[in-house]
């Protein structure tokens, strides 16, 4: 074959029993070549097509939040177990173990701060999450006498705060176990990395579409995930004048992304109207930075028509946030935000989500007798779908609210919602159909 210096090379192979098991071998692979089907014998492995020439070539066509959870799922769940594995050595069995192992492997705990006590640790965090710049918080923690403050940097800091967000987001959600979905995830990374191995012939054939993917249980793993009327009126009373509050409510109350509500401006309302023109999004790129972007996903936005209640909701919110400009001045970052801090300046997308994490605990600790189930922000949306379905809301409806591209994907996300539909209607028609005389035939 030619090399990229344009110099012929032999490939040697052995390990045949007689010459005519070598020469069949010989005019096959003669064959690939002449194809474009040859594929070069290496040992590299799993992890370094992974890490080192996969994952690099997507970071171009990916969402800067997709590239991360890629990234992620394969440094936590697949290069542990099967990295070491030469590439083209790998089989379906190797990923049947695989899968296998992340749906039984506990998970293990959080990490701890070893250079400062845990309650300076969750004042930087606190600090931080309200934009505060880490040469300010140690001036905070000076002031406030901290224990260790004395000796403390920005650098410091920086340090703390950044290795206790990269554990929070590498440690699992201490349940127990990968769920079936997650594990499906997984899958189907694998199955895009090995398609464009594939692809460039580094390996012979995709063995991930030969693997056993688990499937999630009959019953929706996101009717677990999702609260009642009576769980979001309890914590949105218990919040009351908080600025978050009006921001998780419109969540709930439009089944928006929360990128969709970060990203809305109010020259992209119409009170009057009643209308939300959901064209943007607030997203953050490979390094967490905050970015607008004026597309959506998909690549085309949509229009949720608003409620009464959530039109006052919004008015009243206006109001608050002309008060806070008029106290700001010329001061006031004015991007034309309706949900932001109290500056004007945007909400970091994922201390938005941990934030509503947090007020959950802060909520369940007050409240040990009646405890919200976990939800995160995205389960928001998943809430306002279940509610609406339940309360037979129109599919299509339910569909266009959320800008899906087809009804099935909605069928399919809120099944444990629309087969209990399905099985009412069904009863109800046949009963008409062949009730009576007819039924008992």
Known sequence: ITGGNGKRRQISRGGFRTITEAEADRIKHLTDLGHGNYVNPDRVTVADYLTTEWLPTRRADLEASTWRSYEQKIRLHVIPYIGAIALQQLTPTDLNKLYAQLLDTEKLPPATSRLHPS???ARMLELDDQGTSAARIVEILRAEGHPSAEGIT???????????RKNARDTPHP????????VGMVHGIISK?????LRWNRVHRNVAKAAT??????????ARHTWTPDHLQRFFTWLGDSRYRYAWAF?????ARRGEVLGLRWSDLDLERGTAAMFNQLTTDHDHHVIFKNRHKGGG????HLDPPTIALLTKWRQIQDDEKAMFGPAYHDHDYIFCLEDGRSYHPERFSREFLRKQHHYNETHPETPLPRLTIHGLRHTWATIALANNVHLRVVSDRLNHSTTHITAEVYSHVTQPIAKDAADLIGGLILGGDLGGA
């Not at 650098?155 to 290795?163: E, F």
């Not at 936005?301 to 949720?304: A, F, I, K, Q, S």
């Open 119 to 121: 309650v300076t640790v």
């Open 213 to 222: 993917v688990p499937k999630p249980s009959q019953i929706n793993q996101l």
């Open 175 to 182: 349940k127990g176990h990968l769920s079936a979905r997650t």
């Open 154 to 164: 920005r650098h410091s800091v920086a340090g703390t705060i950044r290795r206790q």
């Open 251 to 255: 969540c709930s109350a439009s089944g």
């Open 193 to 197: 990395a090995l398609a464009d191995a």
């Open 301 to 304: 936005g949509h229009v949720l």
